[in-house]
């Protein structure tokens, strides 16, 4: 007897809800003893005073925002497209060495989509950076946007004539350094070794 394709896509459908219930409750499972074993810790360690309860938020509180893994998407407000005060970059490039195109931002549906911006695995849906930690369209000699008729409109409306983070003193074109190191880095993430790997490895399956 021919296999009923409705009913084979049901059994394969119901087999998909059992599977991710399954891996659900047992990580619910998991979640709940490491909750045990760290509040007990937690207990342990305020009772014999090794920390206080707020030297605990504290600490919590700013690993917290380390470990935030938010996902952002853009969405840009009706006639909000126009285009900053304009810089001219090219005498400013021996200072900058173009470091707005090391700030990140989230891309919207649309330039997902298109495929023209890359998105950063590690960070939805935010511009990719290369091992450079530019931005992947920046070119590395030039510093010349690919798809500078196309970039989107942060980079169009962009301008760091007023940006204290770029510039200690715009006009003398110093550079603020230190905000760009530590804010910036200056070696790629893990995300970024990931990335480069992944490519190279995919460029060399189609080559
Ligand atoms: S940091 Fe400013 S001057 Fe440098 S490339 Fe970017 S916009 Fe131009
Ligand atoms: S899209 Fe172009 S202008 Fe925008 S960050 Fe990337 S390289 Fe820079």
């Known amino acids: 007897m021919e296999p009923d394709p409705l009913r084979e896509?049901?059994?394969?459908?119901?087999?998909?809800?059992?599977?991710?219930?399954?891996?659900?409750?047992?990580e619910a499972n998991r979640a709940d003893q490491n909750e045990a074993i760290i509040r007990g810790l937690v207990e342990?360690?305020?009772?014999?005073?090794?920390?206080?309860?707020?030297?605990?938020?504290?600490?919590?509180?700013?690993?917290?925002?380390?470990?935030?893994i938010g996902i952002a998407i853009r969405v840009d407000k009706e006639g909000s497209e126009g285009v900053g005060?304009?810089?001219d970059c090219a005498a400013?490039?021996?200072?900058?060495?173009?470091?707005?195109c090391r700030l990140?931002?989230?891309?919207?549906?649309?330039?997902?989509?298109?495929?023209?911006?890359?998105?950063?695995?590690?960070?939805?849906?935010f511009n990719r950076h290369g091992p450079d930690g530019y931005c992947v369209q920046c070119a590395p000699d030039t510093h010349a946007c690919g798809i500078y008729e196309e970039r989107p409109a942060p980079c169009r409306q962009y301008t760091c004539a007023d940006d204290k983070r770029i510039w200690k003193d715009f006009d003398a074109m110093v550079i603020n350094q230190e905000w760009i190191d530590e804010a910036l880095g200056t070696g790629p993430g893990p995300v970024?070794?990931?990335?480069?790997?992944?490519?190279?490895?995919?460029?060399?399956?189609?080559?």
């Open 9 to 26: 896509l049901e059994r394969q459908v119901e087999a998909g809800g059992m599977f991710a219930h399954a891996v659900l409750a047992q």
């Open 92 to 100: 400013r490039m021996h200072a900058c060495h173009a470091v707005c």
């Open 44 to 68: 342990l360690l305020i009772q014999r005073e090794v920390v206080t309860a707020e030297e605990l938020v504290a600490a919590v509180d700013a690993v917290r925002t380390e470990t935030d």
């Open 192 to 207: 970024e070794v990931f990335m480069t790997a992944a490519e190279g490895d995919s460029r060399s399956r189609r080559a």
């Open 85 to 87: 005060n304009p810089v």
């Open 104 to 125: 990140r931002f989230p891309l919207t549906v649309e330039e997902v989509e298109s495929g023209l911006m890359k998105w950063d695995l590690g960070r939805p849906y």
